[in-house]
């Protein structure tokens, strides 16, 4: 009698290594370097860093919500975090802009400014305030 050996199923597998890779961030273009930092608003935060890790949290109606993913792309002044499914868009009406020493910018509709003047890195210690 002779037993067939089953191989294990290749296309999870594939999916599960095409995913991993998706996850990975990959550093912020140099065209977008003066999004890179932690920006503060009207309950949001918003928290990018220079290799391409986003932290979002943002409350409105009473609903809190907490993101963390790498960005994806940037289309013009826009971009998009996570994978897939799993993705959100931020848009970007005025992008990261100087004004009177402060820099600022709009995403979604809320003026944001930047704190502070350092560039931020994964695991640089920043953590979300409450808002």
């Avoid at 999004?35 to 609903?63: C, F, K, S």
């Avoid at 004004?99 to 809320?110: I, L, P, R, S």
Wanted: glycine fraction near 10%.
């Amino acid at each position: 009698m002779t037993h067939a050996v089953r191989k294990p199923p290749r296309l999870p597998l594939l999916l599960a290594a095409v995913l991993l890779a998706a996850c990975t961030a990959k550093p912020v273009p140099v065209d977008h370097a003066a999004y890179v930092g932690e920006w503060n608003g009207p309950d949001m935060h918003l928290l990018i860093t220079a290799d391409g890790q986003v932290e979002y949290h943002r409350r409105r109606d009473g609903v809190d919500t907490h993101l963390s993913a790498p960005i994806a792309t940037f289309s013009g002044s826009d971009f998009s975090i996570g994978v897939g499914l799993f993705s959100t868009n931020f848009r970007v009406s005025v992008p990261p802009h100087e004004d009177a020493g402060v820099w600022k910018m709009v995403v979604d509709g809320v003026e944001l400014t930047r704190s502070g003047t350092a560039i931020p890195a994964t695991g640089s210690g920043a953590t979300t305030p409450e808002i």
